[in-house]
């Protein structure tokens, strides 16, 4: 209080970094997936208490770098380590320049640096955002009737699986992989932004929020359709299509096939069958015990040969619904000439 050591009394002491004890971890959020980190992030080596330790050596003392997500850390000297002399100028490692990349699930999650001698370190809450759009995955019923429809949902992800958020607005897509019915000929459909109900093939123009569409399909012919859509840059293929199984609608009518010339009094020759079709055109199973059907024809004669006389009567006169009228023994009996014949069932 009354003396002093100033100046050149006092003792200039240069005092040194202590031995390394741990790591000091900064990163900015957000990030996103599958790209280098961005922003200020870097790794500093410390002695026990908190001075910079200007001399840490990694091709020495490696530090691996892991994350409580589901993913991988690539980009650094060691892929997830940082394993080079230089990875430290001055005790600090940029991880900014030094490439830092981590692609995997998207969300919040912590990066922790374990050095090989020293304490690791955890960093606190990053954010991750997904990556760009690289694909579509359509979900949907894998079953359907034809004639039928289902909403299937269109998402738009990155390469790992993460919903791109940013895929927004209206986007126009084309859609491939069912095929038109055969009688009468009807497009599959999608419904585009205004309710209106569009050709797959044509295409349609849908709206995204967040990365997500919905629509509603409808399918015409009985297969196994694979859905799949493109926007002109990224598509949904292979897995990502929505596979389909359509069945059959219910018996709507019959379609008939004859060979002409035929002989009176004798059983018809050649090809000739009747099928039983639903209102697209597609062969569904028909039982003629239960919904007889009748033969007529514009000529003056008679019908005969068949289950009922002149009617189709058992329940084995189709088979898969078709109906080998040549097998079954269709006969007519009459007047020569030309004419047509009608098969009429007692429902269709």
Do not use: C, M
């Amino acid at each position: 209080g009354s003396l002093s050591a100033a100046g050149s009394d006092r003792l200039s002491v240069s005092v040194s970094a202590g031995s390394f004890s741990k790591l000091i971890v900064s990163l900015t959020s957000p990030q996103t997936s599958g790209t280098a980190f961005s922003g200020t992030n870097s790794l500093t080596a410390q002695d026990a208490y908190g001075n910079v330790v200007t001399g840490f050596d990694a091709s020495t003392n490696n530090v691996t770098v892991s994350s409580s997500l589901t993913g991988s850390i690539t980009g650094l000297s060691g892929t997830n380590k940082l394993t080079n002399a230089g990875d430290f100028s001055n005790g600090v490692a940029n991880l900014t320049s030094l490439g830092l990349i981590y692609t995997g699930t998207s969300g919040v999650g912590t990066f922790t640096f374990t050095p090989a001698t020293g304490s690791a370190v955890t960093s606190g809450n990053v954010t991750i955002g997904a990556g760009s759009a690289t694909k579509f995955i359509i979900t949907g019923s894998g079953t359907q009737t034809a004639g039928g429809s289902q909403t299937i949902t269109i998402t738009a992800k990155d390469a790992n699986g993460n919903t791109v958020t940013s895929y927004t607005g209206d986007h126009a897509l084309t859609f491939s992989g069912a095929v038109d019915s055969s009688n009468p000929i009807v497009h599959p459909t999608v419904i585009d932004k205004n309710s209106t109900a569009q050709d797959i093939h044509t295409g349609a123009t849908l709206t995204f929020t967040n990365g997500v569409a919905t629509t509603t399909l409808a399918l015409y012919t009985a297969e196994v359709a694979n859905i799949a859509l493109s926007d002109g840059s990224i598509s949904a293929t292979g897995s990502d299509r929505l596979t389909v199984t359509v069945s059959p609608s219910t018996f709507n009518k019959l379609v008939v096939s004859l060979t002409s010339p035929q002989s009176n009094r004798v059983a018809f020759t050649g090809t000739n069958t009747l099928t039983a079709q639903d209102a697209y055109g597609n062969t569904v199973s028909f039982n003629a015990s239960t919904n007889n059907v009748t033969v007529s024809t514009t000529l003056t004669g008679s019908i005969s040969g068949l289950s009922g006389t002149n009617k189709l009567t058992n329940a084995g006169d189709f088979v898969a619904g078709v109906a080998n009228l040549t097998s079954l023994g269709l006969t007519f009996t009459g007047t020569t000439g030309a004419g047509t014949f009608t098969f009429t069932p007692a429902s269709g």
